[in-house]
């Protein structure tokens, strides 16, 4: 079994330990973008799990600077440990969909704070042309720059549902050109989608434990007040797993991932104010302690059940 610090999975507090040598933290901030599946480039009602403020529920108000924004969270995270370290997590909306000048602009701002080891941005892998990704190649020869990816599923028919709005090439193309810049690729994939079986969820893994990614978010589907997903919820109720079969098909996840790509999530907490269903996920603590007994329960690591 592979040892990752005290985990049995490859996670991103252990990457970020072996590197700074020590804990480094995120800070959300909000370029003040919209998305091309809100404006009708795409669409205009945008992914139907997506809340109003486009996944950025805890990032930083856009009314103040991206240099207000990285201070402002320093000041918080200060407050409650020592921090010395942090990545600049642009998240809310699209966050390359944005004149060039604007992207140069806040991306550029936010790497000169000596502070900030690593540049983080969330982003449609429909929004990256050549002048965004050659932006993001002199970016990265500054600091890392990791780009966020927003696949959830590889399958076609769940992705309409969902209004992701491009196809799986589009998402190939992306990884193939961000790779050939030497950028870090996370992807970020929901579990439980309505309609899909744990064999399909396991297709997704799968493909993704033969792509070139370094990186990979499992998200459990939050359901959230005023979505469109809420209302389909509301009107036709499906099922959402509880603590105990999410933490099993977690378990066959884990089991299954290539143990080269980084976990840089396995739950979530959506904000308490809007989350509909399952409102176990509040507790993030109690579920996290939950798999880590669970998995040296059932001697589970990353890349038990991985073959290549």
Not at 205 to 223: C, S
Request: hydrophobic share 35%; net charge negative.
């Amino acid at each position: 079994m592979n040892r990752w610090g005290e985990k049995r999975y490859h996670s991103l507090d252990y990457d970020l330990k072996q590197i700074y040598h020590e804990k480094v933290y995120k800070i959300t901030l909000n370029g003040g973008m919209t998305c091309p599946n809100r404006d009708g480039t795409v669409g205009t009602g945008g992914c139907i799990f997506c809340s109003a403020s486009g996944s950025g529920d805890f990032a930083g108000p856009k009314t103040l600077s991206i240099s207000e924004q990285i201070a402002r969270g320093k000041q918080e995270l200060n407050g409650k440990r020592p921090v010395h370290s942090y990545i600049a997590y642009f998240q809310a909306f699209t966050n390359t969909y944005a004149p060039l000048s604007r992207l140069e602009q806040i991306f550029t701002e936010a790497v000169q704070d000596d502070d900030v080891k690593i540049l983080s941005i969330a982003t449609r892998p429909d929004c990256l042309g050549d002048d965004v990704l050659e932006l993001l190649g002199r970016l990265n020869r500054i600091k890392p720059v990791w780009i966020e990816l927003g696949l959830q599923t590889i399958h076609a028919d769940t992705a309409k549902f969902i209004r992701r709005g491009y196809e799986l090439p589009v998402f190939e193309k992306a990884v193939k050109d961000l790779r050939a810049l030497g950028i870090t690729v996370i992807v970020h994939t929901i579990l439980f989608l309505p309609g899909e079986t744990k064999e399909m969820m396991m297709e997704t893994l799968d493909y993704l434990n033969h792509m070139d990614i370094q990186g990979i978010k499992l998200q459990l589907l939050h359901i959230l007040k005023d979505t469109d997903l809420a209302e389909i919820y509301e009107a036709h109720p499906f099922p959402v797993p509880d603590m105990d079969e999410y933490i099993r098909f977690l378990g066959t996840c884990i089991s299954h991932l290539n143990p080269q790509i980084t976990i840089h999530r396995l739950t979530g907490d959506g904000p308490g104010s809007l989350l509909t269903a399952p409102l176990w996920t509040s507790n993030k603590r109690t579920v996290l302690n939950t798999l880590h007994r669970y998995l040296k329960e059932q001697d589970i690591w990353q890349g038990k059940e991985y073959y290549g």
